[in-house]
């Protein structure tokens, strides 16, 4: 078995999957370790949402597209939206923003949390390093959260249980790499100080 700290250097984000399912236990075990997270006073006020059926995750990827296409962006939009919003419309039909994985979890939280995004973020790294552990892929996605005020998509999402009060902070998609995972890019120098 492998320490965490092995884990953590181990996990990369995967972009191509195979189109093998995952089974409940396996996602189950994923929303466990997000359960166990740390989260801000402990509201634990997160809902964790599944998503397996791949012809719900087909109409997400289409209300994602329509989304970024109805979207008017300002100067000041972050330069990852612009571009995100530039795939999806240059993609067109074959854009899928989950990268075609089995398993697609979203994590959303309370609006009147001041920590709903802190905490939906450690949840999220505890299934991506669960998802290492077990031998599958992961990747964060931020198209949901960047989209998170489009009507259609939370009528959508309310749709599957996603709570109207909630934001959506983050998702992450699973699955068993189509591939050799990637290896590690260098990491910059300089990030870190130690004080006393």
């Known amino acids: 078995m492998r320490s ?58 289409q209300l994602v597209r329509a989304g970024f296409a109805a979207l008017a962006l300002g100067e000041d939009a972050p330069k990852e939206l612009r571009d995100a919003k530039a795939k999806a419309e240059r993609q067109g039909e074959s854009y899928h923003f989950t990268y075609d994985a089995p398993c697609l979890i979203i994590a959303s ?40 005020d489009d009507l259609n998509l939370r009528k959508k999402l309310a749709e599957l249980g996603v709570p109207e009060a909630h934001t959506i902070c983050g998702s992450g998609v699973f699955g068993h790499p189509d591939g050799k995972v990637p290896g590690a890019p260098t990491r910059k120098e300089g990030t870190w100080s130690i004080i006393g």
């Not at 989260?39 to 634990?44: A, D, L, P, R």
């Not at 309370?110 to 031998?135: K, R």
Request: some cysteine.
């Open 109 to 148: 939280n309370d609006t009147s949390d001041p920590n709903a995004q802190a905490s939906c973020a450690c949840a999220l790294e505890n299934m991506f390093l669960a998802a290492c552990e077990m031998g599958l892929g992961s990747c964060w996605v931020n198209q949901l959260h960047w989209l998170r």
């Open 4 to 61: 965490v700290r092995e884990i953590i250097l181990a996990r990369r984000s995967v972009r191509r999957y195979l189109p093998t399912p995952l089974s409940r236990e396996t996602v189950e075990e994923l929303l466990e370790a997000g359960r166990y997270a740390p989260s801000g006073h402990n509201k634990q006020a997160w809902r964790f949402t599944a998503i397996l059926d791949q012809k719900l995750l087909q109409e997400l990827n």
